[in-house]
């Protein structure tokens, strides 16, 4: 984007950070050190308790504990690397989603918001102005390093997301009549397909 460094505009596109928001942090953090063999590390984000996960010297994600009588089940949230985060919360209110944490500073990172878009799936979004960790050329045992988005319409969800973080897209795989779409910016990063009927 005009005006960017060349570091934060290769970010764009990227799923930057992973939280799992959960109602037993215990628990939580018990399996993923059993299956993954993270490691985790207490600390708080705005007075709350926050667990930063480790894969070996790695940050994998972190874990944000539930309180009170919040809906819903556990869920793993991703965060977005966008061009612009507010043009990009008005993009998601304008095309039909929700916001549902307004943007806001996260430390030396940058700006980070929360929202549902226009298909109810939640995501978080990045406005990445500090340094982060460049990709590695292959991913990293026990990291995060694809999502897949299943959407009720896919058309839809595609032109969506291509509008919103800049995503080229090719169908590399049809079946029953459903079509498979990478999105990409610089490499391959999602998967995007209609649930069939």
Not at 89 to 94: D, E, F
Request: include cysteine; charged fraction near 15%; proline fraction near 8%.
């Amino acid at each position: 984007p005009a005006g960017a460094t060349p570091a934060v505009a290769a970010h764009v596109g990227r799923f930057v950070w992973h939280d799992l928001v959960t109602r037993d942090a215990t628990a939580c953090q018990k399996f993923y050190g059993a299956l993954l063999g993270w490691d985790f590390k207490e600390t708080t984000r705005d007075g709350h308790p926050y667990f930063l996960a480790k894969s070996g010297g790695d940050f994998a994600g972190g874990i944000v504990p539930l309180e009170g009588a919040a809906p819903g089940p556990a869920a793993w949230l991703s965060y977005l690397s966008v061009p612009d985060l507010d043009r990009a919360v008005a993009q998601v209110g304008s095309a039909g989603g929700k916001v549902l944490l307004q943007p806001r500073a996260v430390g030396a990172y940058g700006r980070v918001a929360v929202v549902t878009d226009p298909q109810g799936a939640p995501l978080g979004l990045a406005g990445v102005t500090g340094e982060i960790p460049d990709e590695p050329a292959q991913p990293l045992a026990n990291q995060f390093f694809w999502m897949e988005y299943l959407a009720k319409d896919g058309p839809a969800a595609l032109a969506f997301y291509k509008d919103l973080a800049g995503f080229e897209s090719s169908v590399t795989a049809s079946q029953n009549g459903v079509d498979f779409h990478v999105l990409k910016t610089r490499v391959a990063r999602a998967g995007l397909f209609q649930i069939p009927s």
